[in-house]
């Protein structure tokens, strides 16, 4: 299997500049409130994360808050969270603001601290697809939206998944139509995960290119666990600034630690299973064609089929609209380093086939 550069990727997959993320980032830069919502549950946290990275990167005057309203059952729990959150992020800012807002009106926290501290405030709140469960939404939903636009210096990204309930509530005739233009990301978000690693390697006094983060996190499909697993192995070999040979190495350590169960998962899979599983990290997209099915001997179309069933029952693959991939990267990149002895770390974009 060939190694694909990064340089390629941009050039073939436009992974590096999609033109969504630049004008969604384009928005934001103009001080456009938005409302993200994505069908891939794990892609839009770090989705958003990214924007707001690359936001602050590039533009010195903005100062960043995530509000992560999952935990909220209620408009009082909500505004409860909302002020906290502001707390916690600029206390020495609130400490003093106390006596110019409500207590029952927090949401005009934002414009007070963009005023005080003359900056401008990005305000992204995570999981905004919850808000239609607090009791008797509307009203209040209603006046939210009035007082975050009346607010200067303010940007105000929402984002959750894409749910009935969301679209309800942010498109017209919704409560929070018109608080921002709505934003669907139909592509796979996975592709542009690399703020959060970016973000470690500073926080620890080390360096670590775009390209570079954007290529550790590929490799493992921007697995939450994994990504944070395989950074830390990077970040320990790091000195001052990471390339991509050092997280390769970082890889190839991890994929060691995963031997012995990955061994117990193989053992439990039929030999023609296997042989599919070679075919998928092989051939990518090709699994219905004659030469392939030959070449791994797969039998019939229908068999190819019942294979690929029986591998997405046992939680190895899960399909997608287009292309199917492996649930588990490690275990994918075990395969094809460890298990087959193929030379190279699977490709950035993850490994599928047609539907």
């Keep these: ?104 009106d927090p949401l005009k926290l934002p414009g007070l601290i963009a005023k005080r501290k003359k900056v401008r405030i990005a305000i992204f709140m995570a999981n905004a697809h919850l808000l239609f469960r607090f009791m008797d939404p509307q009203p209040f939903l209603r006046k939210m939206k009035i007082k975050l636009i009346r607010q200067k210096n303010c940007i105000f990204c929402l984002y959750g998944n894409n749910t009935q309930n969301f679209m309800k509530v942010v498109r017209h005739p919704g409560p929070l139509a018109g608080l921002g233009r709505v934003f669907v990301l139909k592509h796979d978000p996975l592709n542009y995960r690399s703020a959060s690693v970016r973000k470690l390697f500073h926080d620890h006094q080390k360096n670590i290119g775009y390209q570079t983060s954007s290529y550790l996190s590929s490799l493992v499909d921007n697995h939450p666990f994994y990504l944070k697993l395989l950074a830390w192995h990077t970040l320990m070999r790091t000195h001052h600034t990471c390339t991509d040979e050092i997280v390769k190495n970082a890889m190839t350590d991890l994929l060691r630690h995963y031997d012995y169960g990955f061994v117990r998962v193989v053992e439990s899979l039929t030999p023609v299973q296997i042989s599919f599983l070679e075919a998928l990290i092989d051939e990518h997209r090709q699994l219905y064609s004659r030469s392939v099915r030959e070449k791994y001997d797969l039998g019939s179309t229908g068999n190819v089929a019942r294979i690929k069933q029986s591998l997405i029952k046992k939680e190895i693959i899960y399909p997608g609209k287009r292309i199917s991939c492996f649930v588990d990267p490690i275990f994918r990149e075990w395969l094809q380093r460890r298990y087959f002895g193929r030379p190279a770390f699977g490709s950035p974009w993850g490994i599928g086939f047609g539907e």
């Design 1 to 104: 299997m060939p190694f694909f550069s990064l340089e390629q990727l941009d050039t073939d997959l436009k992974i590096e500049q999609d033109w969504l993320f630049e004008r969604i980032l384009g928005e934001l830069n103009a001080q456009r409130h938005l409302i993200l919502a994505a069908d891939r549950v794990q892609g839009v946290h770090e989705y958003a994360r990214e924007l707001g990275f690359q936001l602050v990167e590039k533009n010195s005057d903005i100062h960043l808050c995530h509000v992560n309203i999952s935990s909220a059952r209620s408009t009082a729990s909500f505004l409860q969270l909302f002020e906290s959150t502001l707390s916690n992020k600029f206390p020495e800012v609130t400490a003093r603001l106390k006596p110019y807002y409500s207590d029952l």
